[in-house]
């Protein structure tokens, strides 16, 4: 055998090795590709679909409707409540766990991801177990005149609860790659605590923290279950664009389910659109 | 405007780890000193509890009469200069020199004019607009210790300001740092692992290891009266060699090697000499000098390096000028004179010790 024709033989094997990797690159994205989108548009498409069915025009029909726009209206305040109060805690949260050594920090870093384990029914059922009739805390608000179960406050709660983890998850890995050297500088340089966070420590984590709101938000836009328990459903009282969508369905109001339903996907498509665009942005401040 | 640091008794414990314990020294008003030591000989951690970034276990802090012990960082006004420079990365050159006055709210007319007085003090006018991450590393120290200065800090703490620059920008920034500090006059800490950083820009040199003050003294001081064993292998090179005091000499061998310091009779002892220390001359035979046995020869432009086998096996190393060596060759007997020889208690040493033969050890870049 000569040596041409051994140097020959490797060649055309790396090339059916490099042909074979095509092949198989092309086969793991068309999985990729057919599992997105079998799973992830064609619920959307059947929404779009179904909904424009009684013709586009008809689409404006149920927000004419004042318990549709009181349920919209509904989510939209609890989103925002939601979205104010996982921002400020999920900050601290984050930046205790990252900067402080305590005892049990391991265990409070594990706890925060419990509601992404936690079904969001059980999260309702805590809820009402604690501030319904026969509750711990039943007495001491009832006495005050304060209604949490089957009212806002509770709907706020469970909320909040299940939309815990996004911003502390999204904030901590940038807050530990920042470090404390540009916190030492600015307080050698005169600053406050106050002034050192928000002047040093925000900036730096802000693209993490825009991140984390929205997909807080997002999730407490789209949140049901745990909404489902504690709501006591009233119709134009504790009833949310989801909580909508949900008695829609088992009232055959399809038509107006779907145009809601396509409106809150219209919704979660401008937020995912806005956190790519957060993605974006971040990566290419990272590799400036 | 500038006053003197001093610092006593300083312990800091982590845990059961105790970083620095019971550093005493004192820091004169307008100089430059230096805590000079290697990674975690806890230097840093005594400059940053001068700065209040870490809270003193034990022991007290002054910054001229005043106390500044229990005090918070911001009311010590000190400036810091870190090694990673910690410029803010949102923020401009220019804000980040700003950022210091701006906190103190003063006046928006006073700050634009000390911004400038301090850029054109480090020359970067040109390039206030930049953010750091578009600036050299050589730059980025130079806006950090211009920001470190605008507030007009009673005293300046560099930690290892140089040490993420190359050889060659460290050479420059530092001649520029020691041109900077004769126009200021501000006290300034400068906390180095490099000797040659040290010797070259500190009035004084306080040397520690493993979280203990070894020796403080002048550079001079530091460089030829080595207090302790540690000093003496860490500041410059030096050889090493084992032998037993006896009467004012230390016997290596059958050589007797003159010391220039006292130590106790009849003890083990390792003698410490530096390289140039060593003169190397042609075998006259006889009794007199010790002689050895060239074993190599590297000879780097106008100075050589020799390693000298001894009659009992040590090898020590020899700089000299290499046109002093033109009649020595490989292998040859040679006579062997130390002086400035100094000797310390084999347990002293302890940690720093080295196998006899390991010969002189370069210590300027490590």
Redesign the interface.
């Known amino acids: 055998m000569s040596a041409g024709a051994g140097v020959r033989r490797k060649h055309d094997r790396a090339r059916m090795r490099r042909g074979r990797g095509v092949a198989v690159r092309g086969a793991l994205v068309t999985v990729c590709v057919l599992y997105l989108a079998v799973l992830l548009l064609a619920p959307l498409g059947g929404i779009v679909w179904q909904a424009r069915k009684p013709g586009w025009s008809a689409l404006g029909d149920p927000f004419t409707r004042s318990d549709v726009v009181h349920a919209f209206w509904l989510t939209a305040i609890i989103a925002l409540i939601t979205v104010a109060v996982t921002t400020a805690f999920g900050v601290i949260v984050a930046w205790v766990l990252i900067r402080h050594r305590f005892r049990g920090r391991a265990l409070l870093n594990g706890l925060v991801d419990l509601p992404f384990a936690l079904s969001p029914v059980t999260v309702g059922l805590a809820c009402v177990l604690l501030f319904g009739r026969g509750g711990w805390f039943h007495e001491f608000f009832a006495a005050r005149g304060i209604q949490i179960i089957f009212a806002l406050p509770s709907m706020v709660l469970v909320t909040i609860f299940i939309s815990i983890p996004f911003t502390i998850r999204e904030v901590q890995p940038v807050l530990e790659e920042i470090g404390t050297e540009e916190e030492d500088a600015a307080r050698t340089l005169g600053a406050s605590v106050l002034q050192t966070f928000f002047r040093v420590t925000l900036p730096n984590i802000r693209w993490g923290l825009l991140y984390g709101i929205a997909l807080s938000a997002a999730r407490a836009i789209g949140e049901i279950g745990a909404v489902l328990v504690v709501s006591g459903l009233i119709q134009g009282r504790t009833e949310t664009a989801t909580l909508y969508i949900y008695r829609a369905m088992e009232e055959r109001k399809t038509a107006s389910a779907y145009a809601v339903a396509l409106t809150l996907a219209g919704v979660s498509i401008l937020i995912l659109a806005a956190i790519e665009w957060l993605k974006h942005k971040r990566t290419r401040e990272d590799e400036a | 405007m500038s006053e003197p640091i001093r610092v006593q008794d300083l312990t800091k414990r982590f845990g059961d780890f105790e970083a620095v314990r019971d550093v005493t020294f004192t820091a004169e008003a307008g100089s430059i000193t230096a805590l000079l030591g290697p990674s975690g000989s806890g230097k840093s951690t005594v400059l940053r509890m001068i ?3 870490e809270t003193p276990t034990r022991g007290r802090i002054w910054l001229g009469d005043e106390e500044q012990t229990h005090k918070s ?2 009311e ?5 200069v ?1 090694q ?1 420079y ?5 923020m401009t050159v220019w804000e980040n020199v700003r ?2 006055l701006a ?2 709210r003063m006046p928006k007319r006073e700050q634009r004019a000390r911004v400038e007085e301090l850029l054109d003090l480090v020359q970067l006018g040109p390039f206030r607009d930049r953010y750091p ?1 578009q600036l050299s590393g050589g730059q980025r120290q130079r806006v ?1 210790l211009a ?2 200065l ?2 007009r800090p009673n005293v300046l703490l560099l930690d290892e300001p140089f040490g993420a620059l190359d050889a060659r920008v460290r050479q420059d920034l530092r001649r520029w740092l020691d041109d900077l500090h004769r126009e200021l006059g501000v006290t300034s800490l400068l906390v180095t692992h490099d000797q040659d950083e040290a010797l070259e820009l500190a009035n004084k040199v306080v040397v520690m290891h493993e979280g203990r003050i070894e020796q403080v003294g002048t550079p001079n001081e530091i460089y030829h009266e080595p207090a302790t064993a540690f000093v003496a292998g860490f500041v410059g090179s030096a050889n090493v060699l084992r032998g037993q005091v006896v009467a004012g000499h230390v016997q290596v061998g059958e050589h007797r090697v003159p010391i220039a310091n006292d130590v106790a009779d009849g003890i083990d002892a390792q003698v410490f000499v530096r390289p140039h220390d060593v003169r190397v001359g042609a075998s006259a035979g006889g009794a007199g000098p010790a002689r050895a046995t060239v074993e190599r020869i590297v000879t780097l432009g106008w100075l050589s390096r020799v390693a000298l086998r001894l009659g009992d096996g040590q090898v020590i190393t020899a700089e000299l000028p290499s046109d002093e060596l033109s009649d020595v060759g490989l292998g040859d007997e040679v006579t062997v004179r130390v002086r400035r020889a100094r000797a310390f208690r084999t347990s002293d040493a302890l940690g720093v010790a080295e196998p006899a033969g390991a010969g002189a050890r370069g210590r300027s870049d490590a």
Do not use: T
């Open positions: 700065a209040g970034l960082v911001q010590r006004r000190v400036g810091f870190f990673h910690a410029l803010f990365r949102h950022f210091g906190v103190r991450e950090a920001r470190a605008a507030p």
